[in-house]
């Protein structure tokens, strides 16, 4: 069964601190895609990136990078010298191509940046 | 991607009572998504809205709690009926990047509307 793991529940660094999320999954698909989005306190769900199984090569975006391995089924999130306006809870989401447009969510990583 | 609104925002309703929440998309999509995000937890999906049919829901969500009207390809409303305290959550729409909505689009949300049933 599809599922995906954030360990992590809350993280708390200071400002300009690097700060790796954690996201394990789970799927018996070979063709799949993750996604990492960014909740912040105005609650409002924002996209961040989106990786297709068939795609391991790492991505960086401006401060933002994700480390994708299938041999140990993690994505990894890590944000560079954080910024106060990186508090937010950030989410790790999965869909499989047998199971169209189904996005499962992990519970989430709220992340404190405090100055 | 496409620019979503949803109204209201944010409401206070009594229990027994029901709220309509609406979802406008700035283009046209196949499919619309909702969610519910209860308090601290993370994104469910509810149901997807197809214009013309049906929608179809996820296991532990009904049509009579939670009717969908989808009348047009910009446009959908979820009704929370006859609710309780347990239904004060996070509601959210969703529709894919391309409109078409596959396997392989990227969903984008609307704001979400907060409810707190008393």
């Known amino acids: 069964a599809q599922k995906v793991t954030q360990a992590q529940t809350e993280i708390s660094v200071v400002e300009k601190e690097d700060v790796t999320l954690d996201c394990v999954y789970e799927t018996r698909d070979t063709t799949y895609y993750l996604f990492w989005y960014k909740q912040p306190p105005s609650g409002e769900l924002v996209f961040l990136i989106r990786?297709?199984?068939?795609?391991?090569q790492n991505e960086i975006s401006g401060r933002y990078s994700w480390n994708f391995q299938k041999s140990t089924s993690s994505f990894n999130f890590t944000i560079t010298a954080s910024q106060v306006v990186d508090s937010a809870v950030y989410f790790c989401?999965?869909?499989?191509?047998?199971?169209?447009?189904?996005?499962?969510f992990g519970t989430g990583t709220r992340l404190q940046v405090f100055p | 991607s496409a620019v979503i609104s949803q109204k209201p925002s944010r409401d206070i309703c009594q229990r027994g009572t029901s709220l309509t929440i609406q979802c406008q998309v700035d283009s046209q999509v196949t499919m619309m998504f909702w969610y519910r995000q209860q308090p601290g937890q993370s994104l469910t999906l509810i149901a997807t809205a197809n214009q013309g049919s049906e929608a179809t829901y996820e296991s532990g969500f009904v049509i009579d709690k939670f009717p969908i009207s989808r009348p047009n390809l910009t446009f959908s409303t979820l009704t929370v009926s006859n609710m309780s305290p347990e239904d004060s959550s996070i509601y959210l729409c969703?529709?894919?990047?391309?409109?078409?909505?596959?396997?392989?689009?990227?969903?984008?949300f609307g704001p979400g509307t907060r409810l707190t049933v008393l």
């Open positions: 989401a999965l869909s499989e191509a047998q199971d169209t447009d189904k996005l499962i």
């Open positions: 990786r297709n199984s068939f795609d391991e």
């Open positions: 969703s529709v894919g990047a391309s409109g078409r909505v596959s396997s392989t689009d990227t969903q984008y």
